[in-house]
């Protein structure tokens, strides 16, 4: 394995992100021992790599936080008027059965006792009575 080999086929990326195989790995090793030039070059690409993940880490955390406040602005407000109109339908279908049964069912309204005494009971009345 040569300088060139390395280069062309990007061997320093592959190592560092695991992906060479061991019969590669050793070989690339073994001239990392002998050549200056690819060992700084290898750490080179080390710290491109760190410093990569590290600016992918602060951008994908910056753009999960935009895009949570964003869909926080988004999401509609609760449209309270729905419900307070369901809740009076529901007091309305409750109430008034309820009302109903408890007027027809206790005799508070018979308008049949509290008649308005007809004509022929007045004059009685008014016969029963001492003359003045």
């Known amino acids: 394995m040569d300088c060139q080999y390395i ?7 592959k190592y560092l ?3 060479l195989g061991d019969a590669e790995k050793k070989e ?3 001239h990392l021992q002998g050549c200056e030039t690819c060992r700084k070059t290898l750490e080179t690409q ?6 990569i993940r590290l600016k992918a880490k602060q951008d994908m ?11 926080r602005e988004q999401r ?12 009076a339908v529901i007091l309305l279908f409750s109430v008034v059965p309820a009302l109903l049964y408890y007027y027809l069912h ?10 308005i005494p007809a004509a022929e009971h007045i004059e009685e009345q008014q016969e029963a009575l001492p003359p003045a």
């Open 7 to 13: 280069n062309q086929n990007e061997i320093y990326e």
């Open 46 to 51: 080390r710290e491109m790599i760190a410093a």
């Open 28 to 30: 690339y090793e073994a």
């Open 76 to 87: 509609p407000k609760q449209d309270w008027t729905v419900w307070y109109k369901a809740a």
């Open 106 to 115: 206790t005799g508070t309204i018979p308008l049949q006792k509290k008649t």
């Open 61 to 71: 955390k910056r753009e999960i936080q935009l895009q949570a406040g964003k869909l």
């Open 17 to 19: 992100l695991g992906r």
